[in-house]
């Protein structure tokens, strides 16, 4: 059980900025909040440990606890309508495809009963179509069966009541397939106890994807759902559903006078609205964020972007795991003094003994940088990993945590805190979506993600911590900004400082990101990546959708799952999804190396290269005897290891490139990256692929006035603080941003020759 936990509105704001916190308690006592900074995140005895500077002066106090659930699965609501359906009757139809039907009963369409009026559900199962009619408390619902055995196809599903012929009928029809014996079913039954017209005030929400009941909000609906509509009228006499061929009503059957509703999913793909057609504009929200620009069942394979033909795109794909902003109330608020240093904090939250920290980060204030170099959280890579459910919280796992003090959940645990895009649907879909809406537990000082035997087995925002622990203990005055801040307010954020590090796995980005990135390196600027399989997936966001962030695993790379054919178009801005080579931006542009080769959570050495000592950045490997550095560290027992960069002329590496040291003495279990094959033979270069398992620490000026540094590896950070800090990977780091600091050092505090503008 997790006790405690929270999250923010935000992950970073400056000076003056506001930053909510929402936290779930179970205790029945008070819980205490207290700022911290966080130095060092990483539990490991071996290293410097979890080490946190408590600043309970700025922000400390106690609040009532509140136990606030998490309630996960998508639907769409229309909110306080009429009740449906008039004296004569009702109809209701949608057209589905059904995907986790194994899940139990599932709702399609709903709407609560009102006094005496009947509420309706449409729901689909193993069994078939049922229609429950529930006319309130203590009174037994109407429940009619159409038998039939679904799959994965699409299906037109309605129910019809006929208060004139005194009949339910309730239908399903295959839409597709060329099997022999298509579905098609219906069941006519006389309506025993009648149908109570609604009163003209009655007034109910109704859903789509989901039912609502005395019981709460359940029976969440897999699938995909198109075209829902509702009539306040029978289908017409001419159709007797006792006596004609079967046929399934459609909203174009109604006129507009008796068409109650008929929501358009092709309209605002974009958007989290549904909007009705009719003139009574009964437009409705998405809840849990359900996947928009989906194949619909008029996809034919000709059309592949949703914004030139949205009505191929015209369904919602609905899951019951689905988890957006988990609407919790914030209970209380911290407002960042202009004299807090830009940095990483936390508030700690505890009760009863139970701990949860909850990150952030303090920007400086615009145009006023406090230190020559910045960082840059890559908070959209934090999100992505969000509640990443590996599988591995085994007992060796179990008993380090548990041995170091280490964070104590894990997402194996805990799917109420919903999913990573790392994994997938109940459904077998692949997770789209992540939220920062929610409790990230991956994201908390002291996770384990790997039962690491010569390290500690952490990453992302853990991992990073070992780059800003060390520039905190060599002296380097440093700001931070995340991922968020340059997608608002792009290179100028970046401009006046003398050098931007990244952090050690910075893999996911935005058009805006990396314009801003590639804008600073224009301005003349110096750019250290410090780690590796960098720049690799692009995601997309929208301030329509705040907190979200939008993954599709289109046509190559190394992928948990694999996106639909069709479905490559991101839903939330309308790019084009996938890997950044396939938009032509190759990370070898931006910072001369690229994603070459993957293997086990271990790492190994350099081997310096002398020829380079004479090249331009030679003077880098100042103090460095070799030939051979870095097999020690905190991540994995080696410096290059798990995710490793390397150079590539053909995909964009500048030619005037110094290769400072290269990796070597990898295992068996490392492979070549799979974007960067064209067989199994033959690489894009039209090398053989062994030539890509290989990390090279890079330098090269330009052209513009500054330089990039890149070490390839995504261990490298985990080496800097072997030998208290002193050690040829902390020295080399040092050589760099010493220079780095020096080569625009006189311009570090200038005020940016961009104006800042938020970017929409």
Known sequence: MITITGYSDVLSAGPGETIEFKVSSKS?????????????????????????????????????????????????????????????????????????????????????????????????????????????????????????????RWYDVWFAIDVASNLI???????????????????????????????????????IGALEDGAGRRAHFNGKIEAPFVADAPPSPARNAATVEYAAPRASDFSSDVLYAAWEFAHGIDTLEIADTTPHARHGTLHNLPTRAVRGSAWNGRERCWRTAPAHYAAIHFHDDDLHDAGW?????????????????????????????????????????????????????????????????????????????AYPHNPDEHPEVGLSTYNLHTDGSGVMFSSRLR???????????????????????????????????????????????????????????????????????????????????????NLAYMGGNGFYWRVGCSARVAGALEVR???????????????????????????????????????????????????SHYRVLDAARTQPGGTLLQDIAGPLFGGYGLSGGGAAGFELDSTEAADGSSPNITILARSEGHSAAFGPALDALLSHTATRARKTPDTLIRSEIIYYETGYGGAVFSVGSITFCGALSHNNYRNDVSTLLRNVLVRFSHDRGANANAAPAVAYTEVN
Not at 34 to 56: Q, S
Not at 460 to 465: E, N
Request: hydrophobic share 40%; net charge negative; aromatic share 10%.
């Open 28 to 152: 029945p006592s008070p819980f205490a909040a207290e700022l911290v900074r966080v130095i060092h995140a990483d539990p490991n005895p071996a290293g410097p440990g979890m080490r946190f500077e408590p600043l309970g002066q700025l922000f400390a106090g106690t609040f009532a606890s509140v136990d606030k659930p998490l309630l996960s699965g998508s639907f769409a609501r229309v909110n306080g309508v009429p009740a449906a359906g008039s004296e004569a009757g009702l109809t209701a139809g949608t057209r589905i495809q059904p995907t986790a039907l194994a899940r139990g009963e599932q709702c399609v369409m709903s709407q609560r009963s009102v006094g005496s009026h009947a509420g309706f559900a449409l729901l689909v199962s193993e069994t078939g179509i049922e229609l429950r009619l529930n006319a309130g408390q203590g009174i037994p619902p109407v429940r009619v069966l159409c038998p039939a055995r679904l799959d994965a």
């Open 169 to 207: 009928e309730v239908g399903v029809a295959q839409v597709e397939g060329d099997v022999a014996a298509p579905v098609r079913c219906h069941v006519a039954q006389t309506l025993d106890r009648g149908w109570r017209a609604p009163h003209r005030d009655d007034v109910a929400d109704l859903l």
């Open 329 to 405: 109330s914030t209970d209380f608020a911290f407002t960042v003094p202009p004299t807090l240093h830009s940095g990483a904090y936390a508030m700690r939250v505890s009760v009863d003994g139970a701990i949860d920290y909850l990150p952030f980060y303090v920007r400086p204030e615009l145009g006023k940088p406090g230190a020559p170099l910045v960082f840059v959280a890559a908070t959209y890579t934090y999100q992505a990993y969000a509640n990443y459910a590996r599988g591995n919280f085994d007992t060796a796992l179990r008993n380090k945590v548990r041995q170091w003090s």
């Open 439 to 525: 409790p990230m537990l991956t994201m908390r000082p002291g996770f384990l993600t790997f039962d690491d035997p010569r390290g500690s087995g952490c990453r992302h925002y853990i991992a990073d911590s070992h780059l800003l622990d060390w520039l905190e203990h060599e002296g380097f005055s440093f700001d931070v900004v995340t991922d968020d801040d340059l997608e608002r307010f792009g290179a100028a954020l970046l401009e006046p400082y003398a050098a931007v590090l990244t952090g050690t796995h910075p893999e996911y980005h935005t058009a805006a990101t990396l314009d801003a990135l590639a804008g600073y390196k224009r301005s003349g600027g």
């Open 553 to 603: 695993r289109t046509e190559g790379g190394v992928r948990a799952w694999a996106a639909e054919s069709g479905e490559y178009v991101h839903a939330l801005d309308g790019e084009y999804g996938g890997l950044w080579r396939s938009s032509a931006r190759t990370p070898q542009q931006l910072v001369g190396v690229g994603f070459s080769s993957q293997g086990p959570f271990e790492g």
